[in-house]
């Protein structure tokens, strides 16, 4: 199928674009009114999450909103634990918790091998179902998190300040932290494998916690599982041809290794300039990122200004794709998303004189 929007592929591969693609992390969420009414229909978060018909309506709704230049996936990066049975809960105002976190080499080794065909079938169809409701308007983007980010909560059960619990196991039993990390990239590859079989057109590695690491345990305990996961997939027949975009959040010293794993893109968080990173990797990757997500609890103008500071620092250079430098908040109003969305694309049209 032929996609009238190709704009996000394009700037993946660091082609020429008619105007810088824009798509948000968690743009499928709180802030919008229609979610909030769906997932009150659903009854409960896991439940929206595993209702095929349910998380592609979800997926849908802001595309109607907003002029969006992709779609993703709706589901949670936490599939994959929950599918080896660690009885996971996901409550508005708690967040995740698993009801047997792993606390011991018995219980990394009772993990079972999930089967993502029967497992995670509820994803699969999702996407098979959201393509054919996109019909070509825009690329869907897969996801899943990282091994290092599902083991955090994995281990400590939920999520956490400190992790202590993760980075004793890390530090005390690396072994075993290692056992965890690779049943957990085994998973995630044949997880994101099925997502491409099934249809999508991009695919994200989300390493929300790497950040909290230093950079001999992050290159140790994350970045060399997610190279794993990315030479799997550039491997296999069905994925291989899908760019891969790896974002670390608080990752930006970090940027030259992480381009070293052969990925396509690699995300931005706010703290690292946009002109910075593309002197140090623009030449291997595309960017994706990076306006701070609290700039739109401020005025249009400044959401303006802001989105438009961004784009100079890119200027006429492809492979950028414009984005947060981490999911929207739920109480942002969705006038300010759609003035974003305008923005970038009026904006770096101009840039590039078109």
């Avoid at 047997?100 to 999930?114: S, Y």
């Avoid at 491409?196 to 970045?223: E, N």
């Avoid at 599982?225 to 608080?250: C, H, N, W």
């Amino acid at each position: 199928m032929t996609l009238k929007n190709d704009r996000l592929l394009r700037a993946l591969r660091r082609e020429s674009v008619d105007c810088t693609p824009v798509w948000i992390m968690r743009q499928a969420g709180r802030y919008l009114p229609e979610y909030r009414e769906t997932r009150t229909k659903a009854g409960d978060f896991l439940t929206l999450c595993k209702t095929p018909e349910l998380a592609c309506e979800v997926t849908l709704q802001p595309l109607r909103r907003f002029e969006l230049d992709a779609a993703i996936l709706f589901s949670d990066i936490l599939t994959i634990p929950d599918a080896m049975g660690l009885g996971l809960t996901l409550n508005e105002g708690v967040g995740p918790r698993f009801s047997k976190p792993l606390r011991a080499a018995a219980d990394v080794e009772k993990l079972p091998e999930i089967d993502v065909s029967s497992d995670l079938a509820y994803v699969t169809d999702a996407v098979k179902m959201i393509r054919r409701e996109l019909d070509g308007a825009v690329p869907l983007i897969g996801f899943s998190g990282s091994p290092w980010t599902l083991a955090t909560y994995m281990v400590e059960g939920g999520g956490s300040k400190d992790f202590r619990l993760v980075k004793g196991m890390m530090h005390d039993q690396p072994r075993v932290a290692h056992s965890l990390l690779q049943k957990n990239t085994d998973a995630v590859v044949n997880y994101l494998k099925a997502q491409a079989a099934a249809g999508v057109q991009s695919l994200m590695l989300f390493d929300t916690w790497g950040g909290v690491l230093s950079t001999p345990d992050y290159v140790d305990f994350s970045l060399s599982y997610m190279a794993q996961i990315v030479e799997a997939l550039k491997a296999d027949e069905v994925s291989r041809d899908i760019p891969i975009t790896l974002f670390t959040k608080g990752g930006g010293q970090w940027l030259e290794k992480i381009a070293d794993t052969g990925c396509d893109a690699v995300g931005l968080d706010w703290t690292t300039p946009l002109s910075d990173a593309y002197q140090r990797i623009g030449d291997r990757v595309a960017l994706q990122g990076n306006m701070d997500p609290t700039v739109l609890y401020a005025s249009d103008t400044k959401v303006q200004t802001e989105a438009t500071r961004i784009l100079h620092e890119m200027g006429t250079a492809n492979g950028h794709i414009f984005n947060l430098g981490h999911g929207i908040h739920p109480q942002i109003e969705p006038a300010r998303v759609k003035t974003l969305v305008d923005t970038v694309h009026s904006v770096s049209k101009e840039i590039r004189g078109n």
